[in-house]
């Protein structure tokens, strides 16, 4: 009997508990309207608002016209918290490390504790007041102006513990973004689930992250890859440089894209993609120039195990000498409804970087960027407003964006660069191991400098291409980089995916390729006969495997008539993809020890989905494959690693899209300046409410493009809305 049933017998417990129960249930719905206002702005705020229009097109595309850059910025945040404003707020708390504020759930308590384990606040406050430029910071602060207008304006979508904004959390967006991109959580991951045997130096740790269903989506690198390809004019039929930009992003979240056009009279004209909390286009293109961005993958993290004192717990070794382990204490704030709730947590760091403490030992991380990504985002601003090729590579050579393969284009010019903030190391260790954390000789210092990156520039093919494959084949013929003028323990890759296949033998087999064959190039859904699906899939079936009933006797004949297109009406493609998915993910992550699933089990799974789901196995890909948002439900066409690419999730029987093709943007550069064109796989506004919820994903799958309008006078023809930030549209 318990000490209450003691004090407060039979009913009246009862009742009791009831009461209990109704306090605590009305406390949590009174508490968030305790909370204070969100802060009114100054005068300044609203003044900026009046010198800065929002037009918004039919499609909802926001068109931004200000005065300033920093006005641009400021109605850029306006309008995209109007269309997106939760993963603005969400991405914002997260880059802070005050997730768990809005998540009572192991993602928030993970991203919150990863944000102070890898000290990204000390980072921030280090790079923004060390690399950021006084103009670039006056736009940052507009930029979060512009949100906290919005959050005084809609106070009931507003979580006000977060307010205000600052210029500052824009920088830590994107230190804690491009930290989990280079692939941190990955290794980490790898790591501590190792942690229950004995982790050696020497043994092999896991580089790439693909998308870990045991790794929650805040924590685990989402980038899943991209297509790139640019042609110049000595290979296009009719002289106009081509560039295609198309990143394979997740359809919902924290990086999915978002299309704005910005436009000052400052000069400042760009138009494309963005994440929530970017100020400024990550890719996209100006009247002068373009450029698209791929993942690339080298070696960018590093993990060393520290010896440790056998009697001084605090101590570790380093070039014969003990040094002090530096702790600190830290303190995660968890609402958990009734109350917010404080956890206490140590954190250490030597001077590898941050140190982890698992039941095998102490274990340090050090990974490329850390000391610069904050950067990043003033490096693409310089990049947006460059006009020519020179001043571009100068903006690419603040390397202050850390990864990503980087491909440009204008009039006269293409180029690609393997970008990545390369660590300079000695040769002498194995870096793709647990490293020893006694030596001071296997922590690097330095990057290679952006002019001794690989790069391809106007090369003779006259097309350059990168789909997350090799650099060192990224046109046909002489150009490429050479693979001896790079070092092993830059961790390059060298694979080449189909699609990576498929773009030589179309670009690097057309000498004449008109705008109409390079749409057509890009939305390609053919499996090369030399990739992984014929090669390991489709050819070991066809000729050794013996069926065991009639349905897989029918599926092998289809297997076997099947072209390697991913069409709507493709019956092969429905197999293949349902057989390809657990290998190509096995595959693809590259992780040690994890085998990749025997191609005979996976054509047996693949029949029997097939029966259960749709009693047959002859079903065209668009029956089984959907493009779906709210009652939109449509056939998608495309596969994973094909050019038009898709990823999927199993979904009442069927496979639903989830990332690949997304934002796709098409530009074409000549002498009467830059035109394009583009399109969304759902619609521009991420509310269920809008009409551009998903009002483009028909045309996206039909593979039908809209033009951007790049003018005040042809957003004007297709006007929707007009107004100041602040104002009702």
């Known amino acids: 009997?318990?000490?209450?049933?003691?004090?407060?017998?039979?009913?009246?417990?009862?009742?009791?508990?009831?009461?209990?129960?109704?306090?605590?249930?009305?406390?949590?719905?009174?508490?968030?309207?305790?909370?204070?206002?969100?802060?009114?702005?100054?005068?300044?705020?609203?003044?900026?608002?009046?010198?800065?229009?929002?037009?918004?097109?039919?499609?909802?595309?926001?068109?931004?016209?200000?005065?300033?850059?920093?006005?641009?910025?400021?109605?850029?945040?306006?309008?995209?918290?109007?269309?997106?404003?939760?993963?603005?707020?969400?991405?914002?708390?997260?880059?802070?490390?005050?997730?768990?504020?809005?998540?009572?759930?192991?993602?928030?308590?993970?991203?919150?504790?990863?944000?102070?384990?890898?000290?990204?606040?000390?980072?921030?406050?280090?790079?923004?007041?060390?690399?950021?430029?006084?103009?670039?910071?006056?736009?940052?602060?507009?930029?979060?102006?512009?949100?906290?207008?919005?959050?005084?304006?809609?106070?009931?979508?507003?979580?006000?513990?977060?307010?205000?904004?600052?210029?500052?959390?824009?920088?830590?967006?994107?230190?804690?973004?491009?930290?989990?991109?280079?692939?941190?959580?990955?290794?980490?991951?790898?790591?501590?689930?190792?942690?229950?045997?004995?982790?050696?130096?020497?043994?092999?740790i896991q580089r790439v992250l693909t998308r870990n269903d045991r790794l929650p989506s805040w924590y685990r690198s989402e980038i899943m890859g991209s297509n790139a390809h640019a042609v110049g004019p000595g290979r296009s039929a009719d002289g106009i440089t081509r560039l295609n930009i198309n990143s394979h992003q997740p359809f919902e979240g924290p990086v999915a894209w978002y299309e704005a056009h910005l436009v000052s009279e400052e000069g400042w004209n760009m138009i494309g993609g963005l994440f929530p909390g970017s100020p400024v286009i990550l890719h996209g293109h100006n009247q002068h120039l373009g450029w698209a961005h791929t993942v690339n993958r080298p070696d960018g993290v590093d993990i060393y195990k520290l010896t440790m004192h056998p009697d001084h717990s605090m101590r570790y070794q380093l070039d014969g000498q003990w040094q002090a382990l530096e702790v600190t204490k830290t303190t995660i704030d968890v609402d958990i409804g009734l109350f917010t709730m404080p956890v206490h947590r140590d954190l250490y760091r030597s001077v590898h970087g941050p140190v982890m403490k698992l039941d095998s030992g102490f274990y340090a991380i050090r990974y490329a960027g850390k000391d610069r990504s904050g950067l990043s985002v003033e490096q693409w601003y310089r990049m947006n407003r460059a006009s020519n090729l020179e001043e571009w590579k100068k903006a690419m050579a603040m390397q202050g964006i850390p990864m990503m393969n980087t491909m440009f284009a204008d009039r006269e010019n293409i180029l690609y660069v393997y970008n990545h903030l390369l660590p300079i190391r000695d040769e002498s260790f194995n870096w793709l191991t647990i490293l020893p954390g006694d030596t001071s000789k296997a922590i690097w210092q330095s990057y290679l400098p952006f002019e001794k990156l690989p790069m391809v520039q106007n090369p003779a093919a006259g097309y350059i291409m990168n789909t997350n494959s090799t650099p060192y084949l990224t046109t046909s013929g002489a150009g490429n980089p050479d693979p001896a003028s790079y070092s092993s323990t830059l961790g390059i890759e060298t694979r080449m995916n189909n699609r990576a296949l498929r773009s030589h033998e179309l670009f690097g087999g057309d000498p004449s390729i008109t705008r109409e064959e390079f749409l057509e190039y890009k939305f390609d859904r053919k499996y090369s006969a030399a990739s992984i699906v014929f090669q390991d899939i489709v050819y070991p079936l066809t000729s050794r495997y013996q069926p065991q009933n009639a349905d897989e006797a029918k599926a092998l004949q289809i297997l076997k008539d099947w072209n390697g297109e991913a069409n709507e009406e493709s019956t092969g493609a429905s197999l293949v993809n349902l057989i390809y998915r657990a290998i190509w993910k096995a595959q693809f992550s590259q992780q040690a020890g994890v085998a990749v699933p025997a191609v005979e089990t996976e054509f047996q799974n693949a029949v029997a989905f097939l029966k259960e789901h749709f009693k047959r196995v002859d079903v065209p890909l668009g029956t089984l494959q959907r493009l779906r948002r709210g009652t939109t439900d449509l056939p998608l066409s495309g596969s994973i690693d094909t050019l038009n690419a898709v990823h999927t999730k199993i979904e009442d029987g069927h496979l639903v899209g989830t990332a690949g093709d997304s934002y796709i943007l098409v530009v074409e550069f000549s002498d009467q300046g830059a035109r394009s064109w583009s399109r969304h796989q759902y619609g521009n506004v991420n509310r269920p409410d809008s009409k551009h919820y998903a009002d483009q994903a028909q045309a996206f799958t039909r593979h039908v493009l809209k033009e951007s309008l790049l003018t005040e006078e042809a957003v004007r023809r297709d006007l929707e809305s007009e107004y100041h930030p602040g104002e009702e549209p």
């Open 1 to 204: 009997m318990t000490v209450l049933t003691r004090l407060i017998p039979g009913k009246k417990l009862l009742r009791f508990s009831a009461l209990l129960i109704v306090i605590g249930f009305s406390w949590y719905l009174i508490r968030p309207k305790l909370r204070p206002s969100a802060p009114i702005p100054d005068k300044r705020v609203f003044e900026r608002a009046q010198q800065v229009r929002i037009l918004r097109d039919n499609t909802g595309v926001p068109h931004i016209f200000g005065k300033t850059d920093a006005d641009t910025a400021f109605g850029l945040a306006y309008a995209h918290a109007e269309d997106d404003y939760p993963i603005i707020q969400g991405s914002v708390a997260a880059a802070r490390g005050q997730l768990s504020l809005l998540m009572l759930n192991k993602i928030g308590l993970i991203n919150d504790y990863l944000v102070r384990f890898l000290y990204l606040p000390e980072k921030v406050d280090r790079q923004y007041e060390q690399l950021i430029s006084p103009e670039f910071k006056r736009l940052l602060d507009a930029y979060a102006d512009g949100l906290n207008l919005y959050a005084y304006r809609h106070p009931d979508q507003v979580d006000t513990r977060l307010l205000p904004f600052r210029g500052k959390d824009v920088i830590a967006g994107f230190v804690h973004k491009l930290a989990l991109f280079i692939g941190v959580g990955a290794v980490l991951e790898d790591l501590m689930s190792k942690d229950k045997t004995r982790i050696k130096v020497g043994q092999p």
